[in-house]
């Protein structure tokens, strides 16, 4: 049994005491006035010794509860010592007013008035947190802002900036911030927060062995549950916060390079609208605009050009009468190279001499050859098309026993091979070799 641990807890208590009545001794005083009665100064006298009781007692209890150290060093010390300031003026005060020392009791009464809101205020900064007065004044971020991120790309969006630091803003700040570090704990900085408190680190690779996650997850009865007081974590913040520390608590991952569980994408996408579903190349990346003149041109040439999605710059192109355009033809494309994704040259004569020009297009994700002269040699010119998906190579001249030509187009999902002279019996080893592309013969 701790005693005086018990004693120093009443401080909370009995601290409001004194306020009370030294403030009422004001508020008397002022009000009085000139027209005094000695019942009126014995009234005021009564209520000032009250307050210079009072205003022991609530010391002696605040000196007790500082001993259990767990607030920060430079409020504590203002608080605790402008209090004890005022204890003293208390005393002295009920006895300028019994002595009639007029000078002395109104300094003293007008300094107790100045004492109380600043030791008030220290007094709140070290149960409340330092900005605790003018937070309501600087707004609060609602915990399912839909509109809280204005690019909602989970490439985009840095887990622990964007969910992880506010989180600990909002819950955990009060008591754990450079100005008060309780339990040795800082956490409002990424650095601090990995450095931990007095008892060790609070951040570990495993969710259920961080503190962090103990203390949030405990019993609200447990004396050692986190926060002590405010609104708890709830369901979708510790989900969160056990997410960020299982994929390594780093400070600079995205949503998407920190692989989110499907609780966490249920989560992202009810609370913040932000879809984690896999998404297309032309769906992540956006290509640059195109003036009007140079597409009017081109169409001029005999190329069809469409965008292949509103408010996207990506286009699919193909001849608008293969008859009337050729391969010689294919160079003016590069003009737009950079947003052509779906392109169509099908027909044109080509051979393997002219896919060094294709391999140009750095953002092609379908591309159609069908009906030209082209051979696996050829292919192999394609390799810097990283993003391509789709190749139709029907009614080509290809012989592939296999294809080697396709291990550097690693986005390559279907190759159409059928009226080629690939045999068969190869298709069945590309397709063990290649399980990943989808061989249509």
Not at 135 to 147: A, R, Y
Not at 235 to 257: A, P, R, V
């Amino acid at each position: 049994m701790d005693i005086m641990n018990f004693i120093g807890r009443l401080h909370p208590l009995v601290v409001h005491l004194p306020i009370g009545f030294l403030f009422l001794a004001l508020l008397v005083e002022w009000f009085i006035g000139k027209g005094k009665s000695n019942s009126s100064t014995r009234i005021v006298l009564f209520i000032l010794i009250l307050g210079a009781l009072s205003s022991v007692v609530a010391i002696v209890c605040g000196w007790l509860l500082a001993m259990d150290g767990d607030y920060e060093t430079s409020l504590l010390s203002w608080h605790r010592w402008l209090g004890t300031a005022i204890g003293i003026l208390a005393i002295i005060a009920p006895i300028a007013k019994y002595f009639s020392k007029k000078q002395l009791y109104r300094v003293t009464l007008i300094s107790i008035g100045l004492l109380l809101v600043g030791t008030g205020h220290y007094g709140g900064s070290l149960t409340h947190g330092s900005d605790y007065l003018i937070q309501p004044l600087k707004g609060t971020v609602s915990e399912n802002n839909f509109d809280l991120f204005e690019i909602r790309n989970p490439d985009s969006i840095i887990v622990y900036t964007s969910f992880i630091q506010p989180m600990l803003e909002r819950k955990c700040y009060d008591c754990h911030n450079s100005e008060k570090d309780m339990g040795g704990l800082n956490m409002d900085s990424y650095a601090k927060l990995l450095e931990g408190g007095d008892h060790g680190k609070v951040v570990t690779n495993d969710p259920w062995s961080s503190e962090l996650i103990l203390r949030v997850t405990l019993p609200k009865t447990n004396e050692k549950y986190m926060p002590p007081k405010g609104a708890p974590l709830n369901y979708n913040e510790i989900s969160l916060l056990k997410w960020w520390i299982e994929q390594g608590s780093d400070s600079l991952k995205t949503i998407t390079e920190m692989e989110p569980n499907k609780t966490v994408k249920h989560i992202l996408a009810s609370n913040y609208k932000i879809d984690t579903s896999p998404k297309t190349f032309v769906e992540r990346v956006q290509a640059p605009s195109v003036n009007a003149s140079i597409l009017d041109s081109l169409t001029h040439l005999g190329w069809e050009i469409n965008q292949i999605a509103e408010g996207n710059n990506f286009l699919e192109v193909s001849p608008k009468n293969k008859n009337l355009l050729s391969k010689k033809d294919l160079s003016v494309l590069a003009k737009i190279k950079d947003n052509i994704t779906w392109l169509d040259l099908s027909g044109l004569a080509l051979e393997d001499a002219d896919i060094g020009i294709i391999s140009k297009f750095k953002n092609l994700t379908k591309l159609q050859l069908g009906d030209n002269g082209i051979t696996e040699n050829g292919l192999v010119s394609l390799s810097s098309l990283k993003h391509l998906e789709s190749l139709n190579l029907a009614n080509n001249p290809i012989q592939s026993e296999n294809l080697d030509w396709a291990k550097p187009l690693t986005s390559l999902k279907r190759v159409y091979l059928w009226q080629t002279k690939t045999n068969p019996d190869s298709v069945d080893r590309i397709r063990e070799s290649f399980p990943e592309i989808q061989v249509i013969l």
